[in-house]
C-alpha cells in the first residue's frame, strides 16, 4: 500500500491512499466491456449507414476498423469529465483521478490522459501502462505523467479497530471519565482519531479547525460545563472511554 501527500489550493494537505495497479486493471476491464458494447452498437448503425450510402466500397467499411479505438479514447474522455475524474469501471472500483498539486483536473489534463491511452494500452496491450503504474513512484502511467495526474482510492483500505488505535494493556485498572461516551458509535471514535492524527501530522490552520470543532462538539453532546483546555488529551480520554465501556 502506498500513500501520497497532495497539498489543496487551500493550503491543506489531504493522504491519499494510491490506486493498486490490480484496482486500475480492474476497472480498465469494466471499461472494455462497455466500451465493447457501445461499439457494438456504434458498428452496427453505422455499419447499415455505410452500406447504404457507399454500397460496400471497400474504403468506407476499412474505416470501420477506427470505431472502437475512437470510442475507447471518447468514452474515457467523456466520462471522467463528466464524472470528475471517473469512469464506470473507476466508480465501480473507488478509484479517481487527481492532479498532484491539489488543482481541479481541466479538460486539458483529462485529454492528454485519453490522448496517451493510444500508447499505454492501445499500442502496448496495456504492457506499457502495467510497467509504468508498478514501477512509479506515484503510480504514473505515462498519460499521468503528462498530464501531471495519477489515481487514487476514494475510501482506505486500511481499516483500523479501535483496539488497533489505542491498546490499553489492562481494563481494570483505568476508570472511565465519560461515561456517556458509551451511546456514541464506533465510526464516531475513528473519526476522532482520524482528527488527532491529521492535526498532528499537519499542525495547519484548517486541521486545527477541524480539532476544535470535534472538542466543541463532543464537549456538548456529553454536556460538559466547560471546554477542555487540553484538546487531544479530551478526545483520547473519549476514545480511551469508549474502548473500556464498549468492550
Known amino acids: 500500500m502506498k500513500n501520497i501527500d497532495i497539498q489543496t489550493t487551500q493550503n491543506v ?10 484496482d486500475r ?3 480498465m476491464f469494466i471499461d472494455l466491456m462497455v466500451v465493447l458494447g457501445i461499439s457494438m452498437i456504434l458498428l452496427y448503425g453505422i455499419s447499415f449507414l455505410v452500406n447504404g450510402l457507399f454500397d460496400g466500397d471497400e ?11 475512437i470510442t475507447f479514447l471518447g468514452y474515457h474522455l467523456v466520462s471522467e469529465i463528466m464524472v470528475n475524474g471517473q469512469s464506470i469501471g473507476k466508480k465501480a472500483m473507488g478509484i479517481k483521478v487527481v492532479r498532484l498539486d491539489g488543482e481541479e483536473a481541466s479538460l486539458s489534463d483529462y485529454l492528454l490522459r485519453s490522448i496517451f491511452h493510444i500508447i499505454d494500452t492501445l499500442f502496448s496491450l496495456g504492457i506499457l501502462a502495467a510497467l509504468m503504474i508498478s514501477s512509479s513512484q506515484r503510480k504514473q502511467r505515462l498519460g499521468d505523467m503528462t498530464a501531471n495526474t495519477t ?3 476514494l475510501k482506505s483500505t486500511n481499516q483500523f479497530t479501535l483496539t488497533d488505535i489505542l491498546k490499553i494493556n489492562t481494563t481494570e485498572s483505568y476508570e472511565p471519565v465519560y461515561l456517556d461516551v458509551k451511546h456514541f458509535s464506533e465510526s464516531d471514535m475513528l473519526l476522532l482519531k482520524d482528527v488527532i492524527t491529521r492535526y498532528k501530522k499537519f499542525p495547519n490552520i484548517a486541521h486545527k479547525e477541524a480539532l476544535n470543532l470535534a472538542v466543541h462538539r463532543f464537549s456538548e453532546l456529553l454536556e460538559l460545563p466547560e471546554i477542555p483546555k487540553d484538546k487531544i488529551a479530551f478526545l483520547n ?3 480511551k472511554d469508549y474502548v473500556v465501556l464498549t468492550r
Open 59 to 69: 474504403s468506407a467499411s476499412m474505416a470501420l476498423g477506427f470505431v472502437p479505438i
Open 151 to 153: 489515481v487514487i482510492k
Open 13 to 22: 494537505t489531504i493522504e491519499y491512499e494510491l490506486a493498486t495497479l490490480q
Open 237 to 239: 480520554t473519549v476514545i
Open 25 to 27: 486493471f480492474v476497472a
